[in-house]
């Protein structure tokens, strides 16, 4: 009797193990608030194969056996490497005319995350989150203090040409004159105020992660952080419950505590990711004034990916191996 009974124990276990390892996924998005008037034929394709490029890399690593965390940072490099997002190489430009990038990351297996906030010259600062997370006691540095831990980290520089692209700068001239326009009573486009890049991963061993990275906000004032790197606003993994990576504007995502109230939602209320995150999005956040998006990706491999502005650049990739790529509600 007892054999038997250690027989089926191992043979449930051997199948819980098995449904585990077949639920890896992979999301990714690269920023809420394009629209299809200002997306040009060839953006849009070259976008998309930048998208499913930071899927392939992730979804590798996952496939390999490893960390929802490596594959997250895996995902993420290669959308700041790209000058398409807004985010390490494209990252907008503040007021000054300077480059000043967030990035932050959590694992949900230990709650453990890291986050930085305001550097500059750093190439991918979700090298840096992690090394924050992994390699300090803290959970955020800022500015200078970051930049050093970077060197001490021995992290990749890059001059501040290499952020600076001549299409950040036309931007930067735009946005002042909406700005201007605003303080007459006019408003300020959405593409200036949001833009993002980020990536949520389920691993084989049923762990979560997420991470995020940003320039933040065109004309933004020097030393202005939004929600991409603070935990709980733009960023939030837990296991058993959710990962998530957000984008918009930030100031409204930081009040909402938009990243944590999905978690909190289907923890407490056991509404689905779908029905936490499409409430928060299309009701909550637009009460407050809110524009933006998030992916979304649950312990089951359920994915949801909401917005409320024109469009938002994102895709996913599960178990079989196929990208999933969108921009408008398609």
Known sequence: ?????????????????????????????????????ELSPENEAASRKALEESLQHGYEILKAGG????AVSAAIVVLEDSPLFNAGRGAVLTAAGTVELDASIMDGATLKAGAAAGVQGVRNPIHLARAIM??????????????????????RFEPAEYFILPERVEQLKKAKAAALKQASGGRIPTMFKVGTVGAVALDKQGHLAAGTSTGGMTNKRAGRVGDSPVIGAGTYAEDQVVAVSCTGHGEFFIRAA??????????????TVDAATREIIKVKLPKLGGEGGLIALDSKGE??????????????IGTDGTVHIAIFEE
Do not use: C, W
């Open 1 to 37: 009797m007892l054999s038997r009974f250690l027989f089926v124990t191992l043979l449930l276990m051997s199948a819980s193990m098995t449904f585990a390892e077949s639920r890896i996924a992979l999301v990714v998005h690269g920023g809420a608030g394009v629209s299809r008037e």
């Open 303 to 316: 994915v949801s990916t909401p917005f409320n502005t024109p469009g938002m650049f994102h895709g996913s």
């Open 258 to 271: 938009v990243a944590y109230d999905v978690a909190a939602r289907m923890k407490y209320q056991s509404v």
């Open 134 to 155: 992994d390699k300090s006691p803290h959970v955020m540095l800022t500015g200078p203090g970051a930049e050093a831990f970077a060197h001490e980290q021995k992290l």
């Open 67 to 70: 960390s929802s965390l490596d």
